[in-house]
């Protein structure tokens, strides 16, 4: 009973650790240098939960059939606000559909159409810093990465409904990250809806007003269909299975939310950590700048492919987001049946993670695992299981190249209309914003206009 009561309470102080300050957590793992460990979480049935970062593991992780594990125990908290249809809560066949479905659009050729919307829509949003001379870049990027989202995703024009998404989206989502709006998704029992001034009760009031506007939309553009347009609710409306049979509107509707939840949050925390690198790398960012200029002829507009092939900025891009991944764990997964992956013989109930943080921190990888040297990219191509900011496998990010493409744009967009320098010179520490691993503090920065761009 005694040894019971210390095994529980050692899963109660590292259940706590884990949740409080997820990074120092994985450093003490880190410093022993382990492979895979096993950490245990509260609950007198808890199930072990397994933790792996080498290379050979996670390509183990990746490669074991999906119908081997179950994945719903860790994305079920997201079923209220992405819906029973979203393609983080499917399993097996029709994950498979909605990934067939949902991957293209972000892919390849497609990339072009959005280029020209992405640097628009950067130019409008940081128009405003023109006249103010520091801005707290926290508050900017999510609202570039969110007007992306519902131009390019949804295929929203300006307007009314356009204007009351961003402000009720916006609003809602920033509730999201608080810890004790965010511990209703956690815990079932309080999903109680005692009218709209109890917790629950006012998140479903704002949640149906956000639905109506996106019913609305997909109301809209079904009955005045036009095939031309680039948007990806377009080509998910004109999307057909094997049967020959188009999405509902429920269907479109929790795909939509999957991709704004995922698409947007994430984005600007990854924008967040690269302004706040190259700023405290000056000659980082000395060579960035001359890289762009030396394609972008002054008072010209940048030309988004010849951005996106940038091999310096590319390697910024991808060093940020090894140093800070803001996901530090790809999807934990529940093993359905007897496992070995590598020396961990695992039975059904166990939970795999593969463990994104701790794979980009292995010095046998990346020496000096801990300095930003964006070098490192250009000199050698690492393998899916050592650099794998957007997970992989099965499950892994569908918006990773639509997102690097993004973040290259914007960067460059940025760098090349401002000089930006940063206010407080303490280093920032990473902490958690809902689902990401963000910079601590307001990121302020100083702002100078640059002369020599023009705005469009
Ligand atoms: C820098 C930006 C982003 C980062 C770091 C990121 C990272 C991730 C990670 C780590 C996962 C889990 C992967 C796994 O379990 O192996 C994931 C899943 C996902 N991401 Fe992203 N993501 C980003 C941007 C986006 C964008 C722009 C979109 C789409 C608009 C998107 C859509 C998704 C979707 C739909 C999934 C779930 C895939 C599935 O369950 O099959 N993400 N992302």
Same mark, same amino acid.
């Given at each position: ?14 259940? $706590? ?8 957590? &994985?450093?003490? %793992? ?11 979480? &509260? ?82 949003? @940081? ?26 995703? *949804? ?25 004790? *709006?965010?511990?209703? *998704?956690? *815990? ?45 609710? #377009? ?30 949050? @994430? ?10 690198? $190259? ?20 008072? @010209?507009? &940048? ?35 007897? $496992? ?41 191509? %690492? ?69 020599? #761009?023009?705005?469009?």
């Amino acid at each position: 009973m005694k040894n019971n009561t210390n095994s529980q309470g050692n899963a109660l102080l590292k259940t $706590l650790r884990l949740i409080a300050d997820p990074i120092k957590f &994985l450093d003490s %793992y880190n410093q022993i240098n382990q492979d895979s460990f096993v950490v245990p979480v &509260l609950g007198i049935n808890s199930p072990p939960v397994v933790f792996f970062n080498s290379p050979e593991a996670i390509g183990e992780i990746f490669t074991i059939p999906s119908e081997k594990f179950d994945f719903s125990r860790a994305t079920h908290v997201f079923r209220p606000l992405m819906g029973d249809s979203s393609i983080v809560l499917q399993e097996g066949r029709s994950h498979q559909r909605l990934r067939q479905l949902l991957v293209p659009p972000f892919h390849g050729e497609r990339m072009r159409y959005y280029g020209a919307t992405i640097c628009e829509i950067t130019q409008q949003v @940081t128009q405003k810093w023109r006249s103010h001379s520091v801005i707290s870049l926290p508050q900017y990027l999510p609202q570039i990465t969110l007007d992306i989202i519902l131009q390019i995703v *949804f295929g929203f024009n300006t307007g009314e409904r356009y204007e009351r998404m961003q402000y009720l989206l916006t609003n809602l989502l920033e509730d999201v990250t608080k810890p004790l *709006f965010s511990s209703l *998704f956690f *815990f079932p029992p309080l999903q109680q809806d005692w009218g709209d001034w109890s917790p629950w009760g006012n998140f479903l009031k704002r949640r149906a007003e956000i639905d109506r506007l996106i019913y609305a939309e997909i109301t809209q553009r079904r009955t005045e269909f036009d095939p031309e347009r680039t948007d990806i609710l #377009t080509l998910l409306l004109s999307a057909r299975d094997e049967t020959g049979a188009a999405m509902t509107d429920q269907e479109l509707r929790d795909q939509l939310v999957s991709l704004l939840l995922l698409g947007y949050e @994430t984005t600007a925390g990854s924008l967040a950590w690269a302004f706040y690198l $190259l700023h405290r790398h000056p000659a980082v960012l000395a060579q960035v700048r001359l890289e762009i200029a030396s394609i972008t002829p002054p008072s @010209t507009n &940048l030309d988004p492919e010849a951005i996106a092939k940038l091999p310096y900025l590319n390697a910024v891009t991808q060093e940020t987001m090894r140093l800070h991944p803001i996901a530090l764990i790809g999807t934990p997964r529940m093993a359905k049946v007897n $496992l070995q992956i590598q020396d961990q013989a695992l039975t059904p109930g166990s939970i795999v993670v593969p463990c994104i943080y701790l794979a980009h921190q292995r010095a046998a990888t990346y020496p000096q695992p801990q300095q930003f040297q964006p070098e490192r990219f250009l000199t050698k191509k %690492y393998t899916p299981t050592e650099y794998l900011p957007f997970g992989g496998g099965a499950r892994g990010c569908i918006g990773s190249a639509f997102a690097m493409y993004e973040m290259k744009l914007i960067i460059a967009q940025i760098l090349t209309q401002f000089e930006l320098k940063l206010i407080d010179p303490k280093p920032v520490k990473p902490v958690r914003r809902g689902i990401t691993i963000v910079p601590s503090g307001k990121l302020e920065v100083a702002v100078t206009p640059l002369p020599t #761009t023009i705005a469009k």
